[in-house]
């Protein structure tokens, strides 16, 4: 049973050393309650308080970790139903399934690996692969080490066969990858696998309480690191168990659910699959299995999981500093907008593609896009003129022109002040219109 606040304050030192970096002992009692902090915080517990408050100092979702030659993939520490409460902390795995009876693997596989796009200043990759066997164990650990020379990104190795999992992993010593999977007729054996090998284990059943029952039998034999898998082919019944999981774990604390889940959307509609998975991303899986792969279908799956899993209250932000774009020269104009990521790449992008020269001199405005700054009083003349200086650009430029983003034109005066020896200039108001404007007006 989960223990209060008051009652998790009474098994601590009480002396509010602050060593466990919040104020107080209450204050970090409190975030014990809500799974917000991890007892290992705090130096000072006695062994006895240790072993009573371990229970309540477990996370809801437990953090399960796959690793592979120095990458790691980890899901699970999540504390929130929905993103916009707090945020999501570790993305779901994106994982490319090959099968052992499939032709060259290790191109394949290749070609996969090194797939990255970059969204925004990051670099956007699949997370690891999936290996599935089809013939038997020689085969499995034949495409285990066709993977292995193509990619040292971590693995999922997929048997139910116990015999054929053992020749997986003997393939991946050293590792930690997640095996598929434990049911109702092996989970005894799988489980043995799991806990020789230091391997995740994936529990399968079609039901709540199928999942529940398994998922607690496997944790008795001492298997902590397992992640489930709600096995239905219907859609809405997905959706329904993932988010009955998701709930019962956090809002229950019910402990034979709280372990990241594993889905498999594949389809042989790739159109499907990518439906699926966009399900699978945003309700609540922490690792997914695609069955298609292609630049084309990974990248929007990719970016949602991006745009899903960053931080609400942490904008996305790139380098405050002075960006040359085109090869600019002493006399090319300087524009100027923030550090906000989509903004910046947003200018940028424009600027480039206009073919012309210009100095880009990106702000520190926490984060902001234009208007949001401005209204934050974060993005003014005074920071503007700021940057300037602080970038060194007066030593950089002989012709002082500078932009502004169009929807602040009303800094212009006050720019004009700050800057005495620069002509500043109004620019347009979206980015799209950038090119014409340094083509007409610079």
């Avoid at 699959?273 to 695609?290: N, P, W």
Wanted: glycine share 6%; with cysteine; proline share 6%.
């Amino acid at each position: 049973m989960a223990l209060s606040g008051i009652q998790i304050y009474k098994l601590l030192p009480q002396t509010n050393c602050k060593d466990c970096g919040f104020p107080t002992c209450l204050a970090f009692a409190m975030k014990l309650a809500a799974k917000q902090a991890e007892l290992s915080a705090c130096p000072h517990v006695s062994d006895e308080a240790q072993t009573q408050l371990a229970a309540s100092a477990r996370p809801p979702v437990r953090l399960v970790t796959l690793k592979a030659n120095g990458n790691e993939v980890k899901a699970g520490n999540e504390t929130v139903l929905f993103r916009h409460e707090k945020t999501f902390y570790h993305k779901p795995g994106l994982f490319a399934r090959v099968r052992d009876d499939a032709s060259d693997i290790g191109t394949t596989i290749a070609a996969a690996d090194a797939y990255a796009v970059n969204y925004v200043g990051m670099d956007l990759t699949l997370d690891g692969f999936a290996v599935e066997s089809t013939v038997d164990a020689a085969a499995f650990e034949a495409a285990i080490g066709a993977v292995r020379s193509a990619s040292q990104r971590p693995l999922i190795l997929i048997s139910r066969d116990p015999a054929v999992m053992e020749a997986g992993l003997k393939a991946l010593d050293g590792e930690a990858p997640l095996i598929y999977g434990a049911d109702a007729d092996n989970w005894q054996a799988m489980a043995g696998l799991a806990k020789q090998y230091g391997a995740a284990l994936a529990v399968i059943a079609d039901s709540l309480d199928g999942l529940a029952e398994l998922a607690e039998q496997i944790a008795k034999t001492g298997v902590e690191n397992l992640v489930l898998h709600p096995a239905t082919e219907s859609l809405s019944k997905g959706l329904a168990l993932c988010t009955q999981i998701r709930r019962l774990a956090l809002k229950k604390n019910f402990q034979p659910l709280g372990y990241p889940i594993l889905a498999f959307p594949g389809h042989e509609d790739a159109g499907i699959e990518s439906v699926r998975a966009t399900q699978a991303i945003t309700k609540y899986a922490g690792f997914i299995v695609l069955d298609h792969y292609a630049p084309e279908y990974v990248y929007p799956l990719l970016v949602l999981r991006e745009n899903i899993y960053t931080d609400p209250q942490k904008p996305i932000q790139v380098q405050p500093g002075v960006y040359e774009i085109n090869d600019p020269k002493p006399e090319s104009p300087v524009m100027v907008t923030t550090n906000f990521s989509i903004t910046y790449f947003s200018v940028a992008n424009e600027v480039e593609g206009s073919g012309l020269p210009a100095w880009l001199l990106v702000t520190d405005a926490e984060g902001m896009s234009v208007l949001t700054a401005w209204a934050a009083g974060k993005f003014d003349a005074e920071r503007i003129a700021k940057s300037v200086k602080q970038f060194e650009l007066p030593d950089k430029v002989s012709k002082k022109v500078i932009v502004l983003p169009g929807h602040v034109a009303v800094l212009s005066g006050e720019l004009e002040e700050e800057l005495p020896d620069w002509e500043v200039r109004v620019g347009p108001r979206e980015a799209v219109d950038i090119p014409s404007f340094m083509k007409q007006a610079l």
